[in-house]
């Protein structure tokens, strides 16, 4: 019989990257791998760990500097900064120790934006995995945008009826690429950690990537980039909501904010398919003319909506609804 593998999945600590990240692992467990599943500290202390969790996955965290974990009224620049230079000897350390107590790692998984979690564990002599929990259209983006592409789209990320092709991909006019591209842009962090996460892939040798996806839905951007073995593990959501072989899996289960359900009966009054649903994720914060314009068109439009957001300062989830 052979050795157990004990997997260390890594995973930045925000929700939209957690909750991927927990539904792999519970796939890891499922098929007999031991997973550890680590974020930083600040998370970890906010994950409220609902649902029920299998057999043979851990929790250990790492620090990122931080003592409360990052909030949209941080600077994220400095704690990107922050969370490679702490979060990177701080990893280290927990992979030195599982080491010391008989249970070695195996392999690295990481998600989007802790590229260095990967040097971390070369530098460990640990094979590591990137799992990129977007669409893989993004990931063939960015790859052409550092091999290529980058003078043309910035020359014309603000030109409304340019059109790129680029390998795999249909026409992308200035609009369908990120809005990290665009000189205005607010996020300092955003090109440099991508451009490091496409420089530790072509370090590899043929390296894979496993994505949130599945082939029938995007086969063509999972064979855009020919170096790279884009490998779709998704859709990463509860079994009872997919294939329903384990009906108790309900939820992803590490909630970074306190939920509500007073909104249920709300939405169970309305027709099907009637609500706009509005979300701009955990770590984006909208000014307050971006809010005051983004309600403005909500109410033109006439329609019932639920729109979440953060309390910055709570740092608990809210609603509004119209």
């Known amino acids: ?29 499922a098929i007999g791998a031991h997973v550890t599943f680590s974020t930083s500290m600040g998370a970890e202390r906010r994950m409220s760990k609902t649902g029920t969790y299998p057999k043979g996955l851990s929790f250990a965290a790492f620090d990122d500097g931080s003592e409360h974990g990052f909030r949209p009224s941080d600077d994220i620049d400095h704690y990107f900064t922050e969370l490679r230079l702490v979060g990177s ?6 992979i030195a120790a599982s080491s010391k107590n008989g249970r070695p790692f195996t392999c690295v998984v990481y998600s989007n934006l802790v590229p260095w979690v990967a040097k971390v564990a070369r530098e460990l002599n640990l094979p590591s995995t990137l799992l990129w929990n977007q669409s893989p259209a993004l990931l063939d983006i960015f790859y052409y945008y550092f091999n290529g592409y980058g003078d043309t789209i910035r020359e014309n990320i603000n030109d409304p009826t340019f059109s790129l092709k680029l390998p795999g991909l249909p026409p992308l006019g200035s609009r369908d690429l990120p809005s990290f591209f665009n000189p205005r842009n607010t996020h300092a962090f955003a090109i440099p950690v991508n451009r490091e996460h496409i420089e530790v892939l072509d370090e590899e040798t043929n390296p894979k990537v496993l994505v949130n996806t599945f082939d029938a839905l995007e086969c063509e951007a999972l064979n855009s980039i020919g170096k790279f073995k884009l490998v779709g593990v998704g859709p990463l959501i509860p079994s009872a909501f997919l294939d329903g072989e384990d009906p108790t899996d309900t939820s992803f289960g590490g909630d970074l904010f306190q939920g509500s359900k007073d909104h249920i009966e709300w939405l169970n009054s309305k027709p099907e398919s009637s609500v706009i649903y509005i979300a701009f994720g955990s770590i984006s914060a909208l000014s307050k003319p971006q809010k005051e314009e983004m309600a403005r068109a909500l109410l033109e439009t006439g329609r019932p909506f639920l729109w979440a957001f953060v309390d910055e300062i709570a740092g608990v989830a809210t609603s509004l609804e119209i």
């Open 89 to 94: 000897k701080s990893l280290a350390e927990l």
């Open 1 to 29: 019989m052979g050795v157990q593998p004990h997997i260390l999945l890594v995973t930045f600590p925000a929700q939209g990257h957690i909750n991927p990240a927990l539904q792999f692992a519970k796939r890891l467990v």
